[in-house]
């Protein structure tokens, strides 16, 4: 193997390991309990395989998805750009960072949260955002680059601390109203590893990673494909031995009825306190102080970065708005969505993920087909229209928004893989529709 390839693979893991996505593992691993290990598998299937495959499917297009979505339906695609660009920012994962923050450096030292501290801390997390985004320059990739590592040392060092502490732990009970079942827990894994919001993250960047892979001197003539998998592997090898020991290690913490109440009366996220708990265990008072600043930083270089690109994205495609306009109102707005606190974040962003991440599959997939077989555009139109369709009157379903008896009877329904079926349905009479009509053209 090329000692390029190497050097993208861990390139491809630091643009997918972001500090926020650390505190979903702990929390699947302490809820699911017995039924850890499907659990944990399905979280990796979302979590890692499906942004690494995207990335992959991605080098198919030489202009990445915008060009492939161009080519399927020009206003479709502009529609599910815009909407993927404001869920990964300033309506869901630029907030998370910096309630991330929050939680992680602030909290553990705290008698006790407080919306005034909260306050507090995401002004300032937030103005320093802003700063840096309207004066964009190589000094947040430049910490960002020496983060990355010394993140990553520090989460193995922990990770390898805290197994050793918790080893001859037993497993934590079962939350038996979420976990049932192997296989469901498989699907519930399946499904929280939509929050890391990783799969329609590459789908945004592909573009960028693709020419970040070709600034390596790989190209379409010297295997840009075949690199693009073998690097993917590697970063699919690190991420999920992150994933899978961080999952671990919140299924052998174990966590007092009384705390566990406290948690959920302050409104704080599990993950965020397992991880944090976790590093005082493993390091003392200092690590959990080192931890939590080293995460902040992360998420900051992440922010910083997250607002420059969505900005540039909508000044490219509404360029009357001034860049800085977009960086002082997308800013503005995380600010405000961050003081809701972690908890409120990340459960109003499920149902839009709910909604994009089957659609976002599904373009994945039907790409990947195109790749293999000759397909019609209206077969990859009826695919991608029907679980467009699907998906948002079954969120809209779930919310009590909209009352669809049939929806619950769906086949795949107990797996959240209904959408499946109106990919295949949509893709095969698409496919037909689309080659009688070809057909009839040449005759």
Known sequence: MKKSTWVVGFMLFAIFFGAGNLIFPPKSGHTSGAYFWPAILGFIVTGVGLP?????????????????????????GTVFLVAIYLTIGPLFAIPRTGATSYEMAVVPFLGSPSALSLFIFTLIYFAISLWL?????????????????????????????????????????TDTTVYSS???????????????????????????????????GITKETGLFKQTVLAGVIAAAALGFIYLTLGWIGNHYSLSAATAASIEKNHLDMGTYILTHVANATFGGFGKLLIGVIVTLACLTTSVGLIVAVSEYFYEIFPKISYKVYVIVFTLFSFLLANQGLSAVISKSVPVLLVLYPIAMTLVLVMLLAKFIPTPPLAQQLALGLVTIESILSVMHAYGMLHLSFMDSLPLKGQSMEWLLFAIVGYIVGYL???????IQYT
Request: cysteine-free; charged content about 20%.
């Open 182 to 216: 192997g296989v469901g827990s498989f699907f519930k894994g399946f499904t929280e590893g939509y929050l890391t919001m990783d799969a329609i993250a590459a789908i945004a960047f592909s573009v960028i990673v693709l020419n970040a892979i070709k600034a390596k």
């Open 433 to 439: 529709l689309g080659a009688r009509q070809e057909k």
């Open 52 to 76: 690494l495959l995207g990335i992959i499917v991605g080098s198919l297009d030489e202009g990445g998805y915008k060009e492939a979505l161009r080519k399927i339906n020009p206003v479709f």
């Open 133 to 173: 985004a309207i004066n964009p320059s190589k000094m947040v990739d430049r910490v960002g680059s020496f983060l990355t590592p010394v993140l990553l040392v520090s989460i193995v060092l922990l990770v390898i601390r805290g197994i050793y502490i918790l080893f001859n732990k037993p497993a934590t009970p």
